[in-house]
């Protein structure tokens, strides 16, 4: 047996009791993490800084560096977190529906945990609490692999995981880190098919593509958010400068963030060179088409030409791509064509404009008039999130709690033959 | 472009139409269907006579060739299955749930089709139409992959589907057959991800393998069935008799046939020499374990030792392996180690004992006190069945409409931004 099949042997055996803990069991050991979390911020903070002392030798950049520190402030923020998810209802045992059989047998769907999931994600440490406390909650196990650059932050994180959830009842093999960083390891977990569920990839394209490409089991992918927002001509301009701002600047690096402002040609002379200035002056860099060139150059604001490069382009920064469409259907097919099925949204004061693009757009979430921010587990009252789906299998969108879980069927009868 | 390029872009272009058409427009071209398939007996059955004969030319089992046969009642049964598809409701545009977001926007979940459907399938040639007649009813457009060996059969059931489709108004193409049979073509297919949202293989381990091992396109996996009935020691032993023989016997190739009878050691000395009896009356092989064995050589039974091979084997055929347990504990255990997911069944009169059965037992359907035969989408009412899942993602046991369908939120505000 090799390490990765060791940890998945005794992951599918923790499973099967962990599925059968009792809602307040499972919210005792998350609570016990939580404490555990604000007892132990000296140890955080000491594996961390290893791992900050090592990515800053590497010359890796701030804003990478960053995302890999642990603050007090950060700490606090994964404890409130485990607390949120203990208080989230508990998803498995639901009877989704039932009938009868014409035979009269009782037939009902009742929810139950996906048994073992794969977690592979890069940098930021706190996946290690928020993925471990979700499968806990849904009453699964969990293989964490997280990048090498958090190596010591995450094998910390998990140890205080683990050593408080035993603590309060856990299975000790609930929650595993894969600990050795080769990336064959990455390789064999995607491929443990007798222990594993899912795989759930959390990073950049460069680990996402390589896990659908070599993977064997179940894989959900998430996060790309290629997301694009349309004002159709009768938008109503003054909320539009608010919620085109919000949707780009709030938070730029994160997957609901728009990558692409598409205005109808009639919005062109008088609202564009507004909402461009408006960008610029929040430090957005603005790539845009031929049409938008010619009436920002009047107005001496300053662009670049955006390439059909730009369209596929989730710049998770301060850059927008504006393009000027004909109309509705021209909006819809230029999002259906380049989008990553994310988030997408419309302002417009026009039902038929609405109907037509909630209708046609493919994606996970479509707004009318709202921001595209507001794709997220926490925003959506999923008590959490384990990433956000941009597939149409199992789960689309923001998956909390309920996307942790499937089904089993249980027939009751007495005696029936067919 | 290759030629599955093809195929796949322009499902993808038939697809965005399918999925706005009414129901009352699906419904009436799987009318259209139904009735073309009769008018045409003669031409699919002059179709499947090339098939046949190359079949028979080849040395193809009986059995094989049974199969791929055609037959007037066939025909009528494939109508029919398409006019009870018109007939189901349609899954597409029902609101799953819907909620307020505390800042005033009304967020809806609702059914949308899942987009193109990959459908792999070996053998039977009524799958095309099955299939297809599904996904038309779901909003999907389908691409059909069947084995060489029925190509005459499927290439004309699919030209009378699309000519009957077309008058009727479908989408030209919504319903396509890779009428090419190299097998680069599947590999080509599983890894069309810019085109289609699933595949769905339907056929033997090999072919499952192949798809799941090589596929970048999600998969589900159907139908592995290797099932297990286990008498409890306060079962109801006349209804034993009958259920495990209607499990067993009725329709021995199917996968929700059992596979293995486990019986619990009280059981031995009165009811197993009766049941094996039955069992061996009605044609079916036996093949023991030690304890088993030696009340049979008693009794003067002919049975076969089972080896752990016979415990990890779909024998889809009349022989069933019968292995004696300690209690429900040791039947779940041997049903978790051995099962495929798949159709598990308990016979028990104690509540305790078919709670715990219904609990531990990991599969998509979990009988008490019935056979494991139902086990299938149109006895579950769902209006068809494109295969029954043994998987945990998206959908797990028989799938029907609703497994062929996605979902999107669509999130209405009036200005809100984060």
Redesign the interface.
């Known amino acids: 047996m090799t390490y990765i099949d060791q940890l998945g042997a005794s992951a599918k055996q923790s499973a099967?009791v962990i599925a059968?803990l009792s809602t307040a069991t499972k919210n005792k050991i998350l609570v016990a993490v939580a404490e555990e979390l604000l007892k132990s911020e000296e140890e955080i903070l000491t594996a961390n800084a290893k791992d900050l002392e090592l990515a800053c030798s590497k010359g890796k950049k701030p804003a990478y560096v960053d995302r890999l520190a642990l603050t007090s402030e950060r700490i606090i923020a994964m404890a409130e977190g485990v607390r949120e998810i203990a208080t989230a209802s508990d998803p498995i045992g639901i009877i989704d529906t039932g009938?009868l059989?014409p035979k009269g047998?009782e037939?009902i769907q009742k929810r139950v945990p996906?048994?073992v999931i794969g977690m592979i994600f890069e940098s930021r440490p706190n996946v290690t609490i928020d993925a471990a406390a979700l499968a806990i909650k849904a009453g699964n196990a969990i293989i964490l692999r997280g990048g090498s650059d958090a190596i010591y932050s995450n094998t910390m994180l998990k140890n205080i995981f683990v050593r408080a959830g035993i603590a309060a009842g856990m299975p000790p093999a609930s929650v595993q880190l894969v600990e050795q960083t080769e990336r064959a390891h990455v390789r064999e977990l995607i491929s443990l098919?007798n222990y594993i569920?899912?795989i759930i990839p959390r990073g950049g394209k460069g680990l996402k593509s390589f896990i659908?490409?070599h993977a064997?089991v179940?894989?959900?992918e998430t996060g790309a958010g290629n997301c694009h927002l349309y004002v159709e001509k009768s938008a109503?301009l003054e909320?539009a400068y608010?919620?085109i701002l919000?949707?780009k600047t709030?938070r730029p690096a994160t997957c609901n963030t728009i990558e692409t402002l598409l205005l109808d040609y009639e919005l062109l002379v008088a609202f564009l060179p507004i909402i461009a200035q408006k960008l610029a002056d929040a430090g957005v860099v603005l790539a845009v088409d031929l049409t938008c060139m010619e009436i920002l150059n009047k107005h001496k604001i300053i662009a670049e030409h955006a390439t059909s490069a730009d369209y596929k382009t989730e710049y998770q920064a301060l850059k927008i791509t504006i393009v000027a469409v004909g109309g509705v259907e021209d909006a819809i097919n230029h999002i259906?064509t380049y989008g990553s099925g994310h988030s997408e949204a419309i302002l417009t004061e026009k039902m038929a404009a609405?109907d037509l693009f909630?209708?046609?757009v493919?994606?996970?979430?479509?707004?009318?008039?709202?921001?595209t921010?507001?794709?997220d587990g926490a925003?959506?009252?999923f008590g959490g999130e384990i990433g956000i789906s941009t597939?149409?299998?199992?789960a689309?969108?923001p998956m909390g709690l309920r996307a942790l879980t499937?089904?089993?069927?249980?027939?009751?009868?007495?005696?029936?033959?067919?």
Do not use: C
């Open positions: 099967k059968t009938w059989h047998m037939i996906l048994g098919n569920d899912v659908i490409e064997t179940p894989v959900i109503d909320k608010a919620i919000n949707a709030q259906n609405s909630a209708q046609e493919d994606a996970s979430s479509v707004y009318i008039n709202a921001s921010r507001f794709t925003e959506f009252g597939q149409k299998l199992h689309r969108g499937t089904y089993k069927y249980i027939i009751r009868g007495n005696g029936q033959i067919r």
